[in-house]
């Protein structure tokens, strides 16, 4: 079975986070200024379980899904994450992956990939150990994470993708030292424009660094040629080097929408689903689920979710929409 909502969009891909936590605190996601000690996070007994977390996604597999990506906050401080993924892994998925800030990674890439992870993608703003430490604002050194992502390459979890948010006069001067570095690795490194997720990250137009700004930094050196989505849908524009050392891609939520292809749905920690990466709202499936609905009710829930969905944010964005009060990142993975 497949749903189609209201723009003729399938639902494939299912984003789940599994924990609001994170060590890090990026000022585009997490920071100190809100996220601090005082902060209440979710807890222990609010966060859906993992059986719980299986359960909704074999639903979810029934009605089209076939990938899925585990997210956070650091998806790898939840403790028995591999759990998780073998038993997500026995659910007949097209692709299992997930996103993490590699702190933990070097120590815990074996034991992922052993448990049936199939590829990892790596958030990293910068190679220089000064602003990294800066961005990620607890002063975690860039060459842990680097580490982190040659244990992954080594355990097979590739390609490994790794992803700069990019931040006019913060991070955008590391743009090409980032497409060198990596360039003849196998790995794909993913430019995002920076964007107004949530209403705790201060963004603000002018901090954007445009997609094509950062492909003619890249081009002007190494000349890139496009190359054809993987599939409908698929959030990142793909690049390559026409010298044959690999591909990039950029993600352009900003300056060129992509809203009429998105086939996602995203699931938080707690268990709200969302229908929108900048949703002002979701549905609660944890309370269903502890009150007995049977898979029949949660199928019924989800498709009428999704048929009657019309989200188009990045299409419409404006300084009305920009203010309005958006789920956080940190607590539906991005």
């Not at 996070?41 to 909704?56: A, D, H, K, P």
């Not at 209403?199 to 954007?208: E, F």
């Not at 829930?301 to 789920?327: F, G, Q």
Request: hydrophobic share 40%.
């Amino acid at each position: 079975m497949n749903l189609v909502d209201t723009r003729g969009r399938t639902l494939r891909d299912l984003r789940i986070s599994i924990t609001d936590r994170c060590n890090f605190r990026c000022r585009y996601c997490m920071p100190k200024e809100i996220f601090n000690r005082e902060y209440e996070f979710l807890q222990r007994e609010l966060l859906l379980s993992f059986e719980e977390i299986t359960r909704l996604t074999r639903v979810f597999t029934k009605l089209g899904v076939d990938k899925v990506r585990i997210t956070g906050g650091e998806p790898l401080l939840r403790k028995g994450v591999e759990t998780l993924i073998a038993s997500l892994g026995g659910l007949g998925l097209r692709d299992l992956t997930l996103t993490t800030n590699g702190s933990l990674l070097s120590r815990k890439a074996e034991s992922l990939a052993a448990a049936g992870l199939r590829r990892i993608t790596v958030s990293l703003d910068s190679l220089d150990a000064k602003v990294f430490a800066a961005m990620n604002d607890v002063d975690f050194p860039v060459s842990d994470v680097l580490e982190g992502i040659e244990a992954a390459a080594t355990v097979g979890l590739t390609p490994v993708k790794i992803n700069m948010v990019v931040k006019r006069g913060v991070n955008s001067g590391g743009i090409l030292p980032m497409a060198e570095h990596f360039r003849g690795t196998g790995h794909i490194v993913r430019f995002i424009e920076f964007m107004d997720v949530g209403v705790s990250n201060g963004w603000r137009l002018d901090d954007v660094v445009p997609a094509q700004e950062i492909l003619e930094t890249i081009n002007d050196r190494y000349p890139l040629e496009p190359v054809e989505p993987n599939y409908k849908g698929e959030v990142a524009g793909r690049w390559r080097y026409r010298d044959g050392a690999g591909e990039i891609g950029v993600i352009t939520s900003i300056s060129q929408p992509f809203c009429g292809d998105c086939t996602r749905a995203r699931l938080s920690a707690e268990g709200v689903l969302y229908t929108c990466l900048f949703a002002t709202g979701g549905i609660d499936f944890r309370g269903p689920i502890r009150d007995g609905a049977s898979d029949a009710d949660l199928t019924a829930m989800i498709t009428d979710i999704w048929e009657r969905r019309t989200d188009r944010y990045s299409e419409m964005r404006s300084e009305a929409t920009v203010n309005l009060p958006k789920v956080e990142m940190s607590y539906i993975g991005g």
